[in-house]
T-cell receptor, first 109, second 116 residues
């Protein structure tokens, strides 16, 4: 099976920056996704990386290094509404998505 | 764009009941839809891939006779949990792609199933 690791929890202050790391080992690779999931809700798409480098989208950026099997999601200017679980998901050679267990980010005032 | 609607959002029923969950792509056609299950504080686990006009592909360990999937049109896939038991209680989420394999999956709002 696929192996996707990310920290369980992170806490940060409003206005700060938080970086969520994700490492993966999969059979084949066809892209890495980051999703945001609020409690009791379905995941919403945040970002997609298939080539090495940084993708920036407003306050959120995602980085990928395929050779290292590593990605991070960077959240800037944290807001209270950013408190959620952030899921790293990797699409394998069969185009199936495998999800990490999620990182719960708590933003404090 | 790329809106996926899932219905119902919450189901509470007695053990032994069969429950049908619908997943619709509202503004695009989806030849492929996916069904996931998520237990509390755990990640999403792929149950099956639903293909329009053909049989679904189930992941290892998922009973195809218990979780019936029908994908009769390009905008609708249904998951029926047959003879549900308390251990089937979970958050069921569908997703669909707007386009080919390279496109991201967009998720429905999920269905919280509670079997008493």
């Amino acid at each position: 099976g696929q192996n996707i690791d990310q920290p369980t929890e992170m806490t940060a202050t409003e206005g700060a920056i938080v970086q969520i790391n994700c490492t993966y080992q999969t059979s084949g690779f066809n892209g890495l996704f980051w999703y945001q999931q609020h409690a009791g809700e379905a995941p919403t798409f945040l970002s997609y990386n298939v080539l090495d480098g940084l993708e920036e989208k407003g306050r959120f950026s995602s980085f990928l290094s395929r050779s290292k099997g590593y990605s991070y999601l960077l959240l800037k200017e944290l807001q209270m509404k950013d408190s959620a679980s952030y899921l790293c998901a990797v699409r394998d050679g069969d185009y199936k998505l495998s999800f990490g267990a999620g990182t719960t980010v708590t933003v404090r005032a | 764009g790329a809106v996926v609607s899932q219905h119902p959002s919450w189901v509470i029923c007695k053990s032994g009941t069969s429950v049908k969950i619908e997943c619709r792509s509202l503004d695009f056609q989806a030849t492929t839809m996916f069904w996931y299950r998520q237990f509390p504080k755990q990640s999403l686990m792929l149950m099956a891939t639903s293909n329009e006009g053909s049989k679904a592909t189930y992941e290892q360990g998922v009973e195809k006779d218990k979780f019936l999937i029908n994908h009769a049109s390009l905008t609708l896939s249904t998951l029926t949990v047959t003879s549900a038991h308390p251990e089937d209680s979970s958050f069921y989420i569908c997703s669909a792609r707007d386009g080919g394999d390279s496109q991201p999956q967009h998720f429905g709002d999920g269905t919280r199933l509670s079997i008493l």
